[in-house]
């Protein structure tokens, strides 16, 4: 079985953050972000060849530059950002690795 999106990833990820607030209960919110973000993978991750080809295209157009500005086109005034990873522009940050993450909120 696959499961994807925000209707699975919401809670997954709430119960890691608890989990990690059980270890440690003086995490502050941009801790707890940034070991979500420091443990997560790409691994187990793949493109697709339909999703490769379209995220060639839009690396190509200009779309796929930034995470959060999928709409910047070239306009000859400013050069275009380096390009993100195919992976980071499908997956963000990638899979949340909960044990990583609770083992890190234990050391800190």
């Known amino acids: 079985m696959q499961v994807q999106g ?5 809670p ?6 608890a989990l990690m607030r059980g270890e440690n209960p003086n995490l502050s919110r ?8 420091e ?3 790409y691994q187990g ?16 157009i200009g ?3 930034a995470p959060n500005f999928p709409f910047l086109r070239p306009s000859g005034v400013f050069p275009l950002p380096e390009p993100i990873p195919a ?3 499908f997956y963000g940050s990638g899979l949340v ?12």
Do not use: P, W
């Not at 997954?12 to 953050?17: A, D, R, Y």
């Not at 941009?30 to 973000?37: E, V």
């Not at 991750?45 to 190509?60: E, K, M, P, V």
């Not at 690795?97 to 800190?108: F, L, S, Y």
């Open 30 to 37: 941009d801790r707890i972000i940034a070991i979500l973000k």
């Open 39 to 41: 443990t997560s993978t």
């Open 97 to 108: 690795n909960a044990e990583a993450a609770v083992n890190k909120a234990k050391g800190n």
């Open 12 to 17: 997954t990820v709430s119960g890691v953050v």
């Open 87 to 89: 992976s980071q522009y």
């Open 63 to 65: 779309f796929g530059s």
């Open 6 to 10: 925000t209707s699975f990833a919401a």
């Open 45 to 60: 991750l793949n493109l697709s060849q339909a999703d490769t080809r379209t995220y060639r295209l839009q690396r190509a």
